[in-house]
């Protein structure tokens, strides 16, 4: 898509947006630190079969579309 923009010169609209682009990706990098914390600490309650594994799992998951979006 971004070759097709700037076949037809649109993509200098979106160069106004550049300095957000590493904003956006320095965030997406710490949510998805704590996304792996999360899923890390959740390993061992998912062994015992503890409800609170299931729930760090989710909020990781959570966190990763997050990022998904981000970036």
Same mark, same amino acid.
Request: hydrophobic letters at 65%; zero cysteines; aromatic letters at 14%.
């Given at each position: 898509?971004?070759?097709?923009?700037?076949? =037809? /010169?649109?993509?200098?609209?979106?160069?106004?947006?550049?300095? =957000?682009?590493?904003? =956006?990706?320095?965030?997406?990098?710490?949510? !998805?630190?704590?996304? =792996?914390?999360?899923?890390?600490?959740?390993?061992?309650?998912?062994?015992?079969?503890?409800?609170? /594994?299931?729930?760090?799992?989710?909020? !990781?998951?959570?966190?990763?579309?997050?990022?998904?979006?981000?970036?």
């Amino acid at each position: 898509m971004p070759t097709i923009l700037s076949i =037809f /010169g649109i993509g200098t609209l979106l160069s106004y947006s550049a300095p =957000f682009s590493a904003l =956006f990706l320095l965030i997406g990098a710490l949510i !998805a630190i704590v996304s =792996f914390i999360l899923q890390v600490k959740a390993i061992k309650p998912l062994f015992a079969r503890a409800k609170i /594994g299931w729930r760090n799992i989710f909020y !990781a998951l959570l966190l990763n579309f997050v990022v998904a979006v981000l970036t």
